[in-house]
């Protein structure tokens, strides 16, 4: 490691200290005027007498804060449905909002500064120890110790980040309170952008969309050389920062709905809800584009581009998913499952949760075009459980939490609906395929052990067959890592493209005769 | 030479015979899925000493780098074998017992057979130099050497590889990704020029040094010295040069693995002698890989040949013989490959180290030189005899069939861009490489346009 390589890795683990320290500072002091500014106006009243013993009162960290609120607020409630008024009971998550703007000292006065020193610095220290990487080295990819690597191979070091990112993501969508400190941080930036202060989701999007680019930049370094994944990556960084991040506030800031517009039903699975479809309708004509706009993308944009291009289009070289992790995730793809098995529990997951979903999203509409005689409100349960279960538990905590247990495509490969939709149409009406070179394949075992996908890539190749599978995002990792030239990725004649041929090229003694 | 066998007498094919084979390499597992798939009957048992699953030994090099572990070099699930009933004997042979249809193994009970395949391998060569047998000096072939290699390369602070391969180039390889440096003897005045023509030797020669190989050409390994406890210490070449060094690399080729069946009733020369059909002196008893010789080889091939491909090819080619009529191996154009450290090798038919009129060629090389093209084709009537590509990757059924139906080296040419089987957006080169051999043959050859089939196609028509 090159010195310059060690003051970056430095000030990257420096700065994730301080990061992560900031949850432990800065001051909570809630007072009545507070209260009344974050709370709607049916719920100020109650809230003030039930919150009494908390109003004036300086906390010293937003974990003590938000343990009293929250045990006043389960007092509360418990006695209301006690007695059942269930009209009085508040539901509402106000938690965030009040840890927000009781926030002062430390922090709350130090923002910018304190953006600097764990965010800026956490990337430009990363970038630091990145970018020297293979520098002086003929191009080519080296995979060298990554089964010897503690973080790489579920080590120490990787089973601790796995249950860090874990932590994380509970705390993001299950207990934002705690993490408050962090959305603070970002408040410069979102003030900038959107003119409000930063959400946990601001917040979210910001590391997010960081830890693409810089990890991109990693790709860069360590994909030197091939072009494939050169362009592969700028595109998945260039779709983040702009269709997923920015284009989205800019949006609001035109008093129109937060819309990736890149995200596509059934993976965006509330597009057809009842309050999404409202906002979209209720913000004029470019509301309503937006909205043909994600009934294209679905029912033309997917069909068309994958018959052309495959599932790849979307998966390594669009989706958000997918853009973290095909960089985040790049050194832990070779830890997906490649066992007969994990394909049947594959199967047995990702399309039953397309079914449902689209269940849950036809019973919507349904229920909205009956004017809610149908369903009544119960509709928003499953919405609710759909939500909890596949929209955060899984996409998010497992989806990224677990990459360095089990690779970086659990959630894509298990789970995503839209993978699965996608899928269909690559399996049975697409040009794309991965040609098998002949005879060319030593069995050697690199594609299969680096597809993120847990594609056995070498049961095809080594009996001469294209590969062509549902599953298969296009990464094109396995074709770079062949060191036989033995896989290429094309787009080409359906003609031919699933073949099943009994003996190798190359050998003429046996003529099969049919 | 014995003509074919009549179908009779090819091979017993009483129903549920048992089949052995002796190796669990690439031949010897090809044959056994084969025969299985045509004979669901047969008592198929597969017998290695070396690991108890088969796997890849073209991979060797890849879990001591730490790209891969060895479950991941095995290409098939450990159920695998249970599920195609392919009863799997983990041990050593020891002794074959031909009037008896009988092998003794090290372990275990012995075995009867009605049929035995021998697919044994290979083993490394050595030349008999004085220390060849100390601590630290090995060739590499099997998971043991590689094991071996694992252990006595921890602390190294130089290796030496001796030898000019492709073993020698993954060996030098292997050792660098643990940055232990490497002195690399090779007794040509080129790498690997008993096969390669100068220009791509030289191309794989930079390239090596881009990588600090320490590259010694026309030198030759005399002496290997030992430190007093067993141990390598040293090597002296035959120029009296002495290298200081903790691992000696022998990868000076390799010989078939014929230990076992020495002075026994079969017939060997170098390897276990075989007929067209892979059958030895000895009826129900064949050889397949690495470890068979022909008799009468086939046109242009090696008596021994010692490849992945071959091997395969073999396999498949007994299995359909030992399940169906016999057929005589044919293999078709030859095809290989490699890898030198980031460049790939890609070779189809017969490009030879050297050649004579009336054998002409083409050589391209990219300005960079990390990219080079050659043909070589027949001066007068311009057949193609073969090429080599480096740098490129090349499609193996376009080249198939170019050589099998005689096309000319100009008909090649024009069609570039479908033999073509690099990455897409890679860079192409196939009107710099035409323009080459317009100028160099004073041709005006065109490339062949190709009809492309996007989705921006349906916009312009
Ligand atoms: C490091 C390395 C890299 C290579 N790379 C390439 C490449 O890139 N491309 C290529 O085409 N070729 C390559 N080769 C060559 C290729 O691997 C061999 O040609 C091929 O594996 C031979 O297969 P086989 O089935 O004939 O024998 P083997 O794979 O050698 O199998 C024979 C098996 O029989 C076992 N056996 C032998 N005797 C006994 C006994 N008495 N009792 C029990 N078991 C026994 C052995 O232990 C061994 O497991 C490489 C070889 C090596 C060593
Ligand atoms: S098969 Fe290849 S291209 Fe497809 S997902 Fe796996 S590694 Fe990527
Ligand atoms: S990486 Fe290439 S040579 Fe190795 S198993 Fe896969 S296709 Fe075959």
Redesign the interface.
């Given at each position: 490691m090159k010195a310059i390589q060690k003051i970056g890795l430095g000030g990257f683990l420096l700065a994730l200290l301080l990061f992560n320290a900031l949850l432990f500072m800065g001051q909570f002091r809630l007072t009545e005027a507070q209260l009344q500014e974050a709370v709607k106006q049916e719920h100020v009243e109650v809230l003030r007498q039930e919150l009494q013993p908390m109003l004036g009162k300086t906390y010293t960290s937003s974990f003590s804060f938000a343990t009293d609120f929250n045990r006043l607020l389960d007092n509360y409630n418990e006695e209301q449905q006690r007695s059942q008024q269930w009209d009085r009971v508040i539901w509402d998550d106000y938690a965030f909002a009040l840890a927000r703007v009781a926030s002062q000292g430390f922090v709350e006065n130090n923002k910018l500064l304190l953006l600097f020193l764990t965010v800026i610095m956490g990337a430009a220290g990363a970038l630091l120890y990145i970018l020297p990487q293979h520098r002086g080295e003929p191009a080519g990819i080296r995979n060298n110790g990554v089964m010897f690597s503690s973080n790489k191979s579920r080590g120490m070091v990787g089973i601790t980040i796995g249950v860090y990112l874990t932590a994380i993501y509970v705390l993001l969508y299950w207990y934002p309170e705690y993490i408050v400190n962090w959305a603070l941080l970002v408040d410069p930036l979102s003030y900038t952008l959107a003119g409000g202060p930063a959400s946990q989701w601001f917040l979210y999007g910001t590391i997010y969309t960081l830890a693409i680019l810089v990890m991109g930049v990693r790709m860069f370094r360590k994909y030197k050389g091939n072009n494939y994944q050169l362009l592969r990556t700028a595109s998945v960084m260039f779709f983040q920062l702009s269709f997923a991040f920015l284009i989205p506030e800019i949006l609001v800031v035109l008093n129109l709905p937060w819309y990736d517009l890149k995200n596509i039903w059934p993976l965006d699975y509330d597009f057809f809800f009842e309050y999404s479809v409202a906002s979209m309708l209720g913000s004029g004509s470019a509301g309503l584009f937006l909205f043909i706009w994600g009934i294209l993308l679905i029912i033309v944009a997917v069909p068309l581009f994958t018959y052309f291009y495959g599932k790849r289009w979307y998966c390594s070289w669009v989706c958000g998913c997918g853009g973290l992790a095909e960089t985040a995730g790049d050194p832990y793809r070779h830890l997906s499952d490649k066992s007969l098995k994990a394909w049947k529990v594959e199967r047995w997951m990702v399309y039953p949760i397309l079914v449902i979903i689209t269940v849950i999203t036809l019973l919507t509409i349904a229920n909205y075009f009956t004017e809610f005689a149908l369903l009544k409100q119960s509709t928003d349960m499953l919405h609710q459980w759909y939500g909890f279960l596949i929209g955060a538990a899984f996409a998010g905590v497992v989806g990224v939490g677990f990459y360095p247990l089990m690779g970086n495509r659990v959630w894509c490969r298990f789970g995503c609906p839209l993978a699965a939709y996608i899928g269909i149409v690559q399996r049975f009406k697409s040009r794309f395929r991965i040609t098998t070179n002949g005879g060319q394949c030593i069995s050697c075992g690199n594609c299969s052990t680096y597809c993120e996908m847990g594609i056995d890539v070498r049961w095809y190749a080594q009996r001469g067959q294209n590969i062509v599978r549902a599953s298969c995002v296009g990464c094109g990792i396995c074709a770079s890592v062949c060191p036989r030239g033995v896989l290429k990725l094309e787009n080409g004649p359906e003609q031919g493209r699933i073949t099943d041929i009994p003996f190798l090229t190359g050998n003429e003694s046996i003529k099969v005769l049919n | 030479m014995r003509e074919p066998h009549a179908t009779g007498d090819f091979c017993i094919r009483t129903p549920g015979r048992r089949i052995v084979i002796i190796g669990n390499g690439?031949s010897g597992i090809t044959c056994a899925r084969h025969i299985r798939k045509r004979d669901s009957e047969a008592y198929i048992t597969i017998i290695s000493g070396e690991t108890e699953h088969f796997f890849?030994r073209?991979?060797l090099m890849?879990?001591f780098?730490?790209?891969?572990?060895y479950a991941?070099?095995?290409?098939y699930?450990d159920w695998f074998w249970e599920k195609n009933r392919l009863h799997l004997v983990h041990d050593w042979v020891t002794r074959i017992n031909f009037d008896q249809k009988e092998l003794q193994l090290q372990q275990q009970e012995p075995l009867h057979y009605d049929i035995l395949i021998l697919a044994l391998g290979s083993k490394p060569n050595k030349f008999g130099w004085p220390g060849q047998e100390l601590q630290g000096v090995q060739g590499l072939y099997s998971y043991q050497d590689l094991q071996m290699m694992n252990d006595t390369t921890t602390n190294c602070q130089r290796a030496v590889i001796v030898g000019g391969g492709l073993i020698g180039v993954e060996m030098a390889e292997m050792l660098l990704?643990r940055n232990i440096p490497v002195t690399f003897l090779v007794r040509e005045e080129g790498f690997w020029r008993s096969i390669l023509p100068k220009e791509e030797s030289e191309l794989v020669m930079r390239?090596l040094r881009?990588?600090h190989v320490d590259l010694r050409l026309n030198t030759e390994l005399k002496a290997i010295r030992d430190n007093g406890s067993g141990r390598v210490q040293a090597v002296v070449t035959t120029a009296g040069e002495e290298i200081a060094c903790g691992f000696v690399g022998l990868a000076v080729g390799v010989q078939p693995n014929i230990k076992l069946v020495r002075d026994t009733a079969l017939e060997v020369n170098k390897g276990i002698l075989v007929d067209q059909h892979f059958a030895t002196n000895i009826p129900n008893v064949f050889a397949i890989g690495d470890c068979a010789e022909y008799r009468v080889p086939v046109p242009q091939r090696q008596s021994i040949e010692q490849v992945?491909?071959t091997g395969?090819?073999h396999g498949?080619?007994l299995a359909?013989s030992l399940t169906h009529q016999p057929?005589?191996?044919?293999?078709?154009?030859w095809?290989n490959?490699?890898?030198f450290?980031?460049i790939?090798y890609?070779t189809y038919g017969m490009v030879p180290n050297r050649w004579e009129e009336p054998v002409d060629s083409f050589y391209w090389e990219h300005a960079e030189g990390?990219i080079a093209f050659r043909a070589v084709f027949n001066g007068e009537d311009n057949r193609l005899h073969g090429v080599n590509g480096l740098g490129m990757?090349?499609?193996?059924?376009f080249f198939?069939q170019a050589l099998r139906e005689n096309w000319t080296v100009e008909q090649v040419l024009v069609k570039l861009g479908q033999a073509n089987?690099?990455?897409?957006?890679?860079?192409r080169h196939h009107r710099e490489m035409l323009q080459a051999y317009n100028q160099q043959f004073g041709t005006n050859l065109e490339l062949e346009k190709k009809e492309k089939?996007?989705?921006l196609s349906y916009f312009w028509r």
């Open positions: - | 690439i890849s073209t991979a890849y879990i780098m730490g790209h891969m572990t991941h070099t095995k290409p699930e990704s390239h881009e990588h992945w491909y395969r090819m498949e080619t359909h057929v005589k191996y044919t293999p078709g154009p095809f490959s490699a890898k450290f980031d790939e890609q990390r990757r090349l499609r193996h059924e198939d089987f690099d990455p897409e957006f890679y860079d089939k996007g989705l």
